[in-house]
């Protein structure tokens, strides 16, 4: 069971850019989907994430201007982010916490890690 991270690139200070997350098996079942982040030297941060209770967590540096978003359905999670800014250069990680419904063990998956770089 694997998470696929797609969506970073390169953008101007002041774009957009939207990532994507899914799981790649239908066997696992999300219970909570987040966003990290991670920049060399630095301890990865949480960016935005869903809560148990269905509400949502934002780091106060990107509140207003990212917005978490989950398709249940589809073990999928995405990351819209606005008004970025060359702070908000990092590698985002997705994270998902959950149940294989085959094994019926809980697990923490991370996605590979996709690179944002916004320029000034």
């Known amino acids: 069971v694997q998470l696929q991270a797609s969506g970073g690139g390169l953008v101007q200070a002041g774009g957009s850019l939207r990532l994507s997350c899914a799981a790649t098996?239908?066997?696992?079942?999300?219970?909570?989907m987040a966003w990290y982040r991670q920049t060399p030297g630095k301890e990865r941060e949480l960016v935005a994430g869903f809560t148990f209770n269905g509400g949502t967590n934002y780091a106060d540096s990107v509140k207003g201007r990212f917005i978490i978003a989950e398709d249940n359905g589809k073990n999928t999670v995405y990351l819209q982010m606005n008004s970025l800014k060359p702070e908000d250069t990092a590698t985002y990680y997705c994270?998902?916490?959950?149940?294989?419904?085959?094994?019926?063990?809980?697990?923490?998956?991370w996605g590979q890690g996709t690179l944002v770089t916004v320029s000034s």
């Open positions: 994270n998902a916490r959950g149940l294989n419904l085959v094994t019926m063990g809980y697990l923490e998956l």
């Open positions: 098996t239908t066997i696992f079942s999300a219970d909570v």
